[in-house]
């Protein structure tokens, strides 16, 4: 997909990468950009631009999203980036309920609301963040990991589900971005622009899954080649 003159949403816009991906966005010639953020005081942050529409959206909140669907009914780019985590694996239950909440069934909420919009625009594209870590279980941060590879799957679902309408489904798998999240976190991160970067070129490429930066593509790799040897290497963290 041509990212030129595209109708996009981006949730979770508040954030590094979602931050990213609108200045991405804009650079690229997109026509309109909705930035959406649960406090929309919080997307004070982004640059100045015409383009720009600034929407309130919790994507747990189902009115939220229908009020949303009906200003943006012209989006032909669905970009689903709100997510949250950091529970680990025999932690709060609490905390893992909320990951899944947002990570999956916000995503899917807001998949099911916007595909049809999709479909009338001629199919457009929809573009979930996932993670490295959904295909694989790093245990210090294990309910985060699940509730990933829940929206892993869900990507792989929704892509066949709407392969006739002719919408693309798109799953980026980022490893360490940093942002607020892997704040505290001491290993090499990827900066939120060049993660924004590898996107749209995947997204323009056509390409069904995206690995955005180098740990992402090691693991990948290695899980084509060993996935029980990823696993036990990652399990150590």
Do not use: W
Request: hydrophobic residues 40%; aromatic residues 4%.
């Amino acid at each position: 997909m041509n990212i030129k003159d595209q109708i996009i949403l981006v949730t979770g816009a508040n954030g590094g990468i979602g931050k990213a991906l609108v200045t991405a966005f804009l650079a690229a010639g997109a026509a309109r950009v909705y930035a959406c953020a649960r406090d929309i005081t919080s997307l004070d942050a982004l640059p100045a631009n015409e383009r720009i529409s600034k929407l309130k959206l919790d994507i747990c909140n189902t009115a939220n999203i229908e009020k949303a669907a009906m200003v943006a009914r012209d989006v032909t780019l669905l970009v689903n980036n709100a997510g949250t985590g950091g529970c680990g694996l025999l932690g709060s239950q609490q905390n893992a309920r909320r990951e899944m909440e947002v990570n999956y069934f916000g995503t899917h909420a807001m998949c099911t609301t916007f595909a049809p919009i999709l479909g009338i625009n001629g199919g457009g594209c929809i573009v979930n963040i996932i993670s490295v870590i959904g295909l694989v279980n790093m245990p210090s941060i294990g309910t985060y990991c699940a509730s990933k590879a829940a929206l892993h799957s869900l990507t792989q679902g929704i892509r066949a589900a709407l392969s006739d309408q002719k919408t693309a489904v798109v799953g980026v798998y980022p490893g360490p971005v940093d942002t607020r999240m892997t704040e505290g976190l001491a290993m090499p991160k990827a900066s939120p622009e060049s993660v924004a970067e590898e996107i749209l070129n995947g997204v323009a490429a056509g390409h069904e899954e995206i690995y955005p930066d180098s740990f992402a593509k090691k693991i990948h790799e290695g899980l084509l080649a060993n996935p029980k040897e990823v696993e036990r290497e990652m399990g150590k963290y």
